[in-house]
Every structure is written in C-alpha cells, then in structure tokens.
C-alpha cells in the first residue's frame, strides 16, 4: 500500500460513513456499503466529492481505484488514471 492510497483510506473513515467499510485492496480501495445505499447518486456525485477532499490531501498524487459496492451492484473509480486507463477498452 502506497502512503496515498493510505490518507485516502484514512480520510475516508474518518468521515464516520455509518455502516461504510473502507479498506486497502491490493493497490485499490474497496468501499462496502448498506445494500440500501443508491449506487446511482453516488456515482453521480463521486468526483465532485472526491475532488474536494483531493484538496485536503497534501501527497503527491498517484493512481488509485475505487470499487464501491452495496451488496447489489458495484461500480469503479480510478483516480489519476494512468496510460493504461486512458487507453482502455
């Protein structure tokens, strides 16, 4: 686990989401959450919401993947995707 991967988890918890588990997964970051949480405005609302507290977070910036889930469904973020990401498929 890289240090920014590490205040991103750190930040994340102790935004004291109830019922939220946040934790490193390999280089990513997993976010389980209440199977009632809509997946749909979360999305809808993840980089603005990232992007603020992106400003809060004083590291130089590195690739991180966010897979949210609720139980349900699940969706991806990657954050300062890297060539592979900007060329995928």
Known sequence: M???Q???IDVLQAAGLK?????AR?????VDMPHVTDLKLIRDNLPATLGAIALD??????????IFHNGYE???????PN???LNAE
Do not use: H, M
């Not at 977070?57 to 966010?66: S, W």
């Open 2 to 4: 890289n240090a920014y």
């Open 6 to 8: 590490q205040k991103w």
């Open 19 to 23: 019922d939220w588990k946040i934790e």
């Open 26 to 30: 390999g280089e990513d970051i997993a």
């Open 57 to 66: 977070i004083n590291l130089p910036r590195e690739r991180v993947k966010f």
């Open 74 to 80: 699940n969706f991806e973020y990657v954050l300062n």
């Open 83 to 85: 060539e592979a990401d």
